[in-house]
């Protein structure tokens, strides 16, 4: 299994919860580099939920393709939560949605400091125009910290969707 074997039970029960809703999601990803659409786009009839993913490593592509102001990205770096929250924003906005996950962070085995050590991964959820951040740090080599990261994000967006009806 190339991811914990909790991704599938979660993707599973976002998609039964955003056909119910009627919804599409996008996500917008940095240090998981798509993993979180591949997992989503891993399901079959996926496309009745899961409109698009960015992926979005340069700090230059955050501000092109999500609108993530180059401001934040100097003021508090790339990882924090401005740039989270700013690119859940981003990637909603650009799609058109009403659920987006955002995911930056640093994956290892380099990049990491004393503020943000490596496994430092800030998440943002822009579910119906309400944003939401955090931040997480995973153990591990890079394929754990993506992994958990990817499941993490898929459990965050999950616990913040309404339920249908």
Not at 44 to 51: L, N, Q
Request: net charge neutral.
């Amino acid at each position: 299994m190339w991811l914990p074997p909790t991704v599938w039970p979660r993707v599973t029960a976002l998609a039964e919860r955003l056909r119910a809703l009627g919804w599409h999601i996008a996500t917008a990803e940095s240090c998981t580099g798509g993993l979180v659409a591949a997992c989503c786009t891993a399901l079959a009839g996926s496309s009745d939920w899961f409109e698009r993913g960015w992926v979005t490593y340069a700090n230059a592509a955050k501000a092109a393709e999500l609108g993530v102001d180059a401001g934040l990205i100097d003021a508090h770096g790339a990882v924090s939560e401005p740039v989270a929250r700013a690119m859940a924003l981003g990637a909603a906005r650009a799609a058109g949605v009403p659920a987006t996950l955002a995911i930056t962070g640093i994956a290892g085995p380099s990049g990491g400091s004393a503020a943000k050590p490596v496994g430092t991964v800030w998440f943002g959820w822009c579910v119906a125009g309400q944003v939401d951040a955090e931040c997480r740090r995973f153990d591990g080599d890079r394929a754990a910290v993506r992994a958990a990261a990817a499941d993490h994000a898929l459990a965050g967006l999950l616990a913040r969707l309404p339920t249908a009806g």
